[in-house]
Structure formats: structure tokens, C-alpha cells
């Protein structure tokens, strides 16, 4: 089965966690290749990740979203995230994630900050 799922919402391409436990290695390696997929399929710029069914994750996915987040930089894709539950945003926090990434609590918060611009948006 596969980690993510794509749909395309307007000019993004919106990626859905599958797995409510991201913890053994073989799925996080996965889930690495399925990223590095999804970031090839991204026709706009524009990605985003939703967290809705993810309830437990490994720190080594952190690593992993964090070299995603260096790919999508270096490709000029405007990477945003949403849904992340109380437990995982707290160690997003704890490890100052949550300054690197663009975090927002819902899709539709999520996708409206896509076409925001300049300082009032």
C-alpha cells in the first residue's frame, strides 16, 4: 500500500499520509521514495502535506522532511504543511521545526496561504 496518496486542488498538488504510524524503517524508506516522486509530479510549484491520519511518526521522518523541504527549495516549490496533530506539533516545537516549515492547522487555511502575497496578502 502505498504511503501517500496525490490529489490536485486547484493549482496544488495536495499529498495525503496513508499511515496513521510512520515508525519502522521500511516504511519510512517508502515514504522517502514516494516523496522524492511527488515532488517530481508537482506541476505548479505549489505542495502540500496533509497530516490528518498521521497519529505517531518516527524522528527519523523529520530528517526525511527536512531534506524534502531542501529539495523543494532548490526546485522553487512552495512547500506548506497542515493537519498535524497536538503530539507531532509538539515536537515540531520542541525541535524548532516548526519555524523551518510553513505550518498551517487545515487544508483550506493551507491552500488559501498559496495565493497570498506581500504583506496583508
Known sequence: MPSLMTQKNGDVLVAYFTDAKILDEAKIQQLSEELT???????????LLNFNDVKFMSSSVLGRLV????????FKIDLKMCNISPE??????????????????????????????????
Open 37 to 47: 516522486e511527488v515532488t517530481d509530479r508537482v506541476e505548479q510549484g505549489k505542495l
Open 88 to 121: 507531532i506539533m509538539e515536537v515540531f516545537k520542541i525541535t524548532k521545526l516548526n519555524k523551518v516549515f510553513d505550518i498551517h492547522s487545515d487544508e483550506p487555511t493551507a491552500l488559501t496561504a498559496f495565493h497570498k502575497r506581500g504583506w496583508f496578502g
Open 67 to 74: 531534506h524534502l523541504n531542501k529539495k523543494c527549495k532548490e
